[in-house]
């Protein structure tokens, strides 16, 4: 998979640099500025997949920033730094068009799992457009990302949140081969999913959809691998 690239606005020295070792560990590429003319001077050579923009910059704010890239029609996804106490900042970004807000102080681990969260959302909704948003259809199984909604042979599969996020990943990109880490990777909110919790939720997913899950037609375990969705 291609290392994601998320840009840091921030001049506070110390948060940037445990924002970048935790970003670079967690398998990104970063880019960081450290005032809102820098980060306009970045977004005009790259454009992330992420932006996380602070609030109080010496030469403005990371809502400038938001303001400027919503209004040219960009959907980039961004994360905004507010400051504890400071409602209007989180209202004034999430009427911007922030998709998601982090307040200071903050932790490291619970910003990089709303950093996967977000891209994971931006990943499920582009892969449900890439669909024209229909259900994705193999054999007897329909897969709707848009209604998170899964039918077998035209009933409700019933599948949890995480069962069916499993299979929106899959369904991504059928055919495609995901190691359990990516999977994993993509499941994490919180840092609550193992491995072996992962193998758990598979064999639950398999119990609805397939007609025999010891000889699945759908969700097939690559040896050594990972996981794949049968092509429609
Ligand atoms: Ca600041």
Do not use: W
């Not at 996804?77 to 911007?96: C, M």
């Not at 669909?131 to 054999?139: D, P, Q």
């Amino acid at each position: 998979m291609q290392r994601r690239h998320v840009l840091v606005l921030e001049d506070e020295p110390r948060i940037v640099e445990v924002l970048e070792s935790y970003l670079r560990d967690g398998g990104f590429e970063t880019t960081l500025c450290g005032t809102v003319a820098e980060a306009f001077a970045a977004l005009h050579r790259s454009e992330p997949d992420v932006m996380i923009l602070d609030v109080s910059l010496p030469d403005g704010s990371g809502l400038d920033v938001l303001r400027e890239t919503r209004s040219s029609g960009s959907l980039l996804p961004a994360i905004v730094l507010t400051a504890l106490g400071e409602e209007s900042d989180r209202i004034v970004g999430l009427e911007l068009g922030a998709d998601d807000y982090v307040t200071k102080p903050f932790s490291p681990r619970e910003l990089l799992a709303r950093v996967r969260a977000l891209l994971r959302r931006v990943d499920e909704r582009s892969a449900a457009r890439d669909g024209g948003g229909k259900a994705l259809r193999i054999g007897e199984l329909e897969i709707d990302l848009i209604a998170a909604d899964a039918r077998i042979a035209g009933k409700p599969a019933n599948l949890t949140a995480t069962e069916f996020r499993i299979l929106g990943i899959l369904a991504g990109n059928p055919g495609e081969v995901f190691t359990r880490a990516e999977l994993l990777d993509r499941l994490q909110d919180g840092g609550k999913i193992y491995e072996r919790t992962l193998d758990r939720h598979i064999n639950n997913l398999r119990g609805k959809i397939e007609r025999d899950s010891r000889d699945p037609a759908y969700v097939l375990t690559v040896y050594g691998v990972g996981y794949k969705l049968k092509k429609p």
